[in-house]
């Protein structure tokens, strides 16, 4: 069991490593309300996509508490703007979106107080992307030759997830089985999730890596050879074009440009087959100083502008194997992922 946990329901409440401080301290965020919940994810206490919808699902738990003690059995009309502000705490990983339609769907058959039978449900959300993450390592780390270097980007380890991971997770599990020489991590600008989080999971399990510079990823493909980049998503459109943080699609580039293949790792939760291609993803953009300022110190002239998106999205067409916890999408386009999903029964 990976002892790394991103967020854990305790005494009735909701509590999130803070994420914003690691690897220096290890400090953990106690919620007891749903917008305390929506604005932790809003400012990266807790980010990755599958760890933003478990967290969304506990916050729709506090919600209904709430709820039931101020308007009794009229609780499903006073929780709404929770829902609503929940919602729209990030706007990129379907997870989040996804979990909110899991809680609610049990509004339905909830009586009386609604706690017990939504924290159920928030529990059963937890520990069944855990079960995917485990799932997805075992389908995607055979597909990773003996003694291989690999790129990852961002951070998608048990931090960004119920535990485990998604690219991540498919790293631990191919290094246990010997797969793994090396793995590059890139360091993420501008939150630095590969410098501060995957660098942290991979250091505590002994595992060999070495930190690069997002702009490495050309050079590092020409002359270390990884043979695989390595990403998790925060959403799939139906064609397997993928959302994932900004950087990406360049290493993606970089990748095919040299001989190496792209392989993408995410649960079911992250597929959304009601958008058709990456064109219609929402990429969330965030404020101009997450460039221009680091901790408060200029990295910048005082008041130059940015542009600071911070998903890209990879066409299918340079994805090699797109991995989920019912098997792997080689060459993923409409037509495969449709018959992959109809299989899997979604
Ligand atoms: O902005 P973040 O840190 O929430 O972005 C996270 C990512 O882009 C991850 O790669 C993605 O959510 C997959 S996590 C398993």
């Known amino acids: 069991?990976?002892?790394?946990?991103?967020?854990?329901?305790?005494?009735?409440?909701?509590?999130?490593?803070?994420?914003?401080?690691?690897?220096?301290?290890?400090?953990?965020?106690?919620?007891?309300?749903?917008?305390?919940?929506?604005?932790?994810?809003?400012?990266?206490?807790?980010?990755g996509a599958p760890a933003i919808g478990?967290?969304?699902?506990?916050?729709?738990?506090?919600?209904?508490?709430?709820?039931?003690?101020?308007?009794?059995?009229?609780?499903?009309?006073?929780i709404e703007p929770d829902l609503a502000h929940l919602r729209n705490a990030r706007p990129t990983a379907v997870n989040l979106a996804w979990a909110l339609d899991r809680m609610t769907a049990r509004f339905a058959t909830t009586s009386g107080d609604p706690e017990p039978a939504l924290l159920a449900q928030a529990r059963a959300i937890h520990d069944q992307d855990l079960a995917a993450n485990r799932a997805m390592a075992a389908h995607g780390a055979p597909l990773i030759a003996p003694g291989s270097r690999v790129l990852t980007h961002c951070n998608t380890g048990a931090l960004a997830t119920g535990g485990h991971g998604t690219a991540l997770g498919v790293i631990r599990t191919a290094h246990a089985q010997g797969r793994i020489a090396e793995?590059?991590?890139?360091?993420?600008?501008?939150w630095l999730q590969g410098a501060r989080l995957t660098a942290w999971e991979l250091q505590q399990e002994g595992i060999p890596a070495r930190l690069v510079v997002d702009g490495a990823a050309a050079w590092l493909f020409a002359r270390l050879r990884p043979a695989w980049?390595?990403?998790?998503?925060?959403?799939?459109?139906?064609?397997?074009?993928?959302?994932?943080?900004?950087?990406?699609?360049?290493?993606?580039?970089?990748?095919?440009?040299?001989?190496?293949?792209?392989?993408?790792?995410?649960?079911?939760?992250?597929?959304?087959?009601?958008?058709?291609?990456?064109?219609?993803?929402?990429v969330e953009e965030r404020p101009a100083q997450e460039l221009t300022q680091l901790a408060g110190q200029a990295l910048a002239p005082a008041g130059f502008a940015a542009w600071n998106p911070v998903f890209d999205v990879t066409p299918a067409a340079l994805i090699d194997a797109i991995v989920c916890e019912h098997g792997v999408i080689e060459r993923p386009d409409a037509a495969r992922m449709a018959a992959f999903l109809e299989a899997a029964g979604r």
């Open 1 to 47: 069991m990976n002892p790394v946990t991103a967020l854990r329901w305790q005494d009735g409440a909701l509590h999130l490593l803070d994420q914003r401080r690691l690897p220096a301290e290890q400090t953990w965020l106690r919620c007891v309300s749903a917008g305390e919940v929506a604005d932790a994810i809003r400012a990266m206490v807790v980010r």
């Open 54 to 78: 478990i967290a969304a699902a506990y916050g729709v738990v506090l919600a209904a508490r709430a709820a039931f003690a101020a308007a009794g059995d009229g609780w499903r009309a006073a």
């Open 183 to 190: 793995v590059f991590v890139d360091e993420t600008r501008p």
């Open 229 to 282: 980049l390595i990403v998790g998503a925060d959403r799939i459109a139906a064609n397997g074009d993928t959302a994932n943080k900004i950087g990406t699609y360049t290493a993606a580039l970089a990748a095919r440009a040299h001989g190496a293949r792209v392989m993408v790792v995410a649960p079911l939760s992250t597929f959304d087959p009601a958008t058709p291609d990456g064109a219609v993803i929402e």
